[in-house]
């Protein structure tokens, strides 16, 4: 059974930081590109960040460039999303995703497989 399972999340103040991680099991993903989306309460899911299935291709939402970095390890079974400066507009639950032979999409609709979830509290 393919799964995506994020950690990492949790509570903290503005300005902090978190380092989210997204596990892949299930099937190899070396082949796939890997994305980070967020959605807030009453508010449509968005792109935060992505990483080509090389690995030479990242892509950051223009409200989180400079703040958050996407990297996988050398294995592409764990992706991680260091975010760091953080702001309460960060507030979100944030999902792991995987695009075949992805080159860091901004688009959902290319993810295949999706997580399910972890909650990130940025308090003011």
């Known amino acids: 059974q393919v799964k995506l399972v994020e950690s990492g999340g949790g509570l903290v103040q503005a300005g902090g930081s978190l380092r989210l991680s997204c596990a892949a099991s299930?099937?190899?993903?070396?082949?796939?590109?890997m994305g980070w989306f967020r959605q807030a309460p009453g508010k449509e899911r968005q792109f935060v960040a992505a990483?080509?299935?090389?690995?030479?291709?990242?892509n950051y939402a223009d409200s989180v460039k400079g703040r958050f970095t996407i990297s996988r390890d050398q294995d592409k079974i764990t992706t991680f999303l260091q975010m760091n400066s953080l702001k309460p507009e960060d507030t979100a639950v944030y999902y792991c995703?995987?695009?075949?032979?992805?080159?860091?999409?901004?688009?959902?609709?290319?993810?295949?497989?999706w997580g399910q979830g972890t909650q990130v509290t940025v308090s003011s």
């Open positions: 995703a995987a695009e075949y032979v992805g080159r860091g999409s901004r688009w959902s609709d290319e993810y295949e497989y």
């Open positions: 299930g099937r190899s993903f070396v082949s796939y590109g």
């Open positions: 990483i080509s299935w090389s690995g030479d291709i990242t």
